[in-house]
């Protein structure tokens, strides 16, 4: 269809007032009726109304209507709306256009209705000018594969595996380390009720593992992923434990293990319990650990290590389940939606140099607390200095890490409140004097300022100010022997060395080790490391790649009421989004004039999205409409103009500009 | 340019023409010579587009995206500003002005600011005088 062949039709909202008390509606419908290729203009109350759409629909099919500019609000209102309202009338949608006469004159220039007005005008024609240029687009859509992967097992993953499995669909749920728990596992009670953290989370653990839409896969990692319309093909790498299922969980093999025995040179620290002891190179991450089957880490195993002088797990194996060939499987999954639950780990404690983790033995950061509490720890739960001995005090020194422009600029949201959890769990358990050393207490959740209060009664000290050091450089006769914790009390103005038996940071959350993953998936991250979500506000689940969830800290610092709640809301999104069939992809992205095409790969050079390339039999560049986003940043280095975005054409842009420009010197 | 400069608005979709949208939407008043044209990012802003507006007598044009490392599209609004300085060489050339042409960022929720920065643009074209093309055009 030529443009001049098209049959437009200007449509004028009034808006209740607010476009008519400035602009000159009836001066403006005048206009636009003599605007070539305008067939009809009219106005109207609220074009947004179901009388005002009736119009719409009744004028397009009466008068043949091939093109509609409506002026009226920001498109960023309406816009969707009128397109499906044109198209139920039998229009291509992508033939409408709005010509925002509220936002950009009516509201600024309210003041001066004669020039808001003529403005009007320009911003009409302009749009009648692109419309008269458009070409009708096909809507394309592509099914939804089934099936959804979580990646990541901890509280986040786990109970939206569960959710996403109770709807109906086949859930892969892929973890990386030998166990499902992630860090919620080592904890010992949670805040603020101090319900034993494992009594919560293990029935959890138990239903996902054994739920019949779930497929588990541990000490797997995704390796690579690639999208397609409605499909991401996964690549999963299943490393080798080198014991199989045939394992009874006997515990023969890590008795007899001699890896960090007393004379071994080869030592292991359990990662389970934060490097406050050791493991065998034959484990089973903690007694609880889901599936219950041993690993070996063959970086620290003899066999592996020391030319196969050891074996001794396979000689004491009742079930024979060891087997030392096993290699990496690779899977490839395809699935429909990704959910990505990968957690958080904790900050580095030892870059905060000046509070001397790692200088000092009983330094500890926050997992290592709540391992020290916990009866399945390397203490069973008794919570001892490294000479065995219970402290008589401790300090805890918030924001390690947090609110700092030196590390980590956010508030990792949970400091506080576990650093009070540990305040009471010490002092009920040791009787020691405690401290509290903190910037600002922030308690904001259901309960939380309740359980603060609680603990401000236990006769827990707490002191207004970050420290500036710990040391153990006594300057009088009661530092003997202890830390000293330097800090200015900001609330009475005083310097103050407080002497403790052990310290403990609150250290921050950091996103976990996960950018290769997100690279492959296309997701970017926020300023501070974490997965960047459609929308910080309104919608925190889901992320600019169709197609893909977030949840949990993966997303950001939350506590596990949150993490619980966004996991849900993330599972339901996902659920929708399989539901739904079929996805649509967006018409408005870049198209190649196979005749113009040089194949000089400046396109692919500037493309953010991988979404172009050269064919190698063609010699044309080609587009992949489910990567391309639209941008147009191609159209500008391609020295031919042969690849263009729908309906942001060199021609269709120019005729606005045209028609937008000062008129005197436009004619 | 009869008593206000004429100024084409080149915005981006997520960036620059939201915050257009918020100083209307909060009736902010900016000078009515602003003409906005919605583009998707600011990194299909080809430079013949600018060229193309002060052929037609525009007396500025500005650009409008989002702000580094906030792009929608990861990197358009960088792209934009490789070529907008580029141009503004050419514009020197041609006796137009480097003055004339601005690139600026403005987040979705920064009315206020894009209000700010198009007044104060207009007030700087003013002092500039009509465009030089407006006379051979």
Redesign the interface.
Known sequence: MTEAERKVGVFICHCGGNISDVVDVNALREFASKQGGVVAATDFRFMCSNEGQAKLQKTIQEKGLEGVVVACC???MYEDMFRETAKEAGMNPYLLEIA?V????A??????PG??T??AK??VS?QVAKVLRLRPLDVKTAPIHEGVAVIGAGIAGIHAAILLGNAGHHVTLIEKSPTIGGNMARFDKTFPTLDCAMCTLSPKMNQVFNHPNVDLLTYAEVKDAVRTPGKFTITVEKKPRFVTDACIGCNRCTEACPVSGPKSPLKVESEWNMGLNLRKAIYLPFSQALPQLWTIDAEHCYYFQRNRTCGICAKVCPANAVDFTMKPEHLQLEVGAVLVATGYQPFEAGRVAQYGYGKYADVYHGLQIERLLSSTGPTEGKLVKKDGTPPKSVGIIHCVGSRDENYRSYCSRVCCMYSLKYAHLIRERTGARVYNFYMDMRANGKGYEEFYQKVASEQVGFVRGKPARVTDVAEAPEEEGKLIVVVEDTLAGAMLRVPVDMVVLSTAMDPGDVDGLLASLHL?KT?DGFVKEYHLKINPTET?VKGVFVAGCAQGPKDITDTIAQAGAAAMSASIFLGSGEMTLNP?VAEVNPDLCRACDRCTD?C??DAVHVDPESLRAVVDETAC?????C???CPTGAIM?RQ?T?PQ??A???A???K???Q | MTDEPDILALCCNWCGYNAADQAGAAKIPYPSGVKILRLMCTGMVDPYYILRGFERGFDGVLVVGCHPGSCHYKSGNLQAREQTDRLMGVLRTLGIGPERLRMDAASSSEGPRFAETVTEFSETLKKLGPSPLREVA
């Open positions: 920001t498109p960023k925002n509220r936002e950009q004159c509201y600024p220039h309210r003041a001066e020039k808001a003529e403005k320009e911003l302009a970017d300023a600019a408005l500037v953010e999205f986003e639209g941008c147009g940043k159209t500008v280095v975005v942001f060199k842009i120019v606005s500009i045209d937008l420009a000062p005197a010197v436009a």
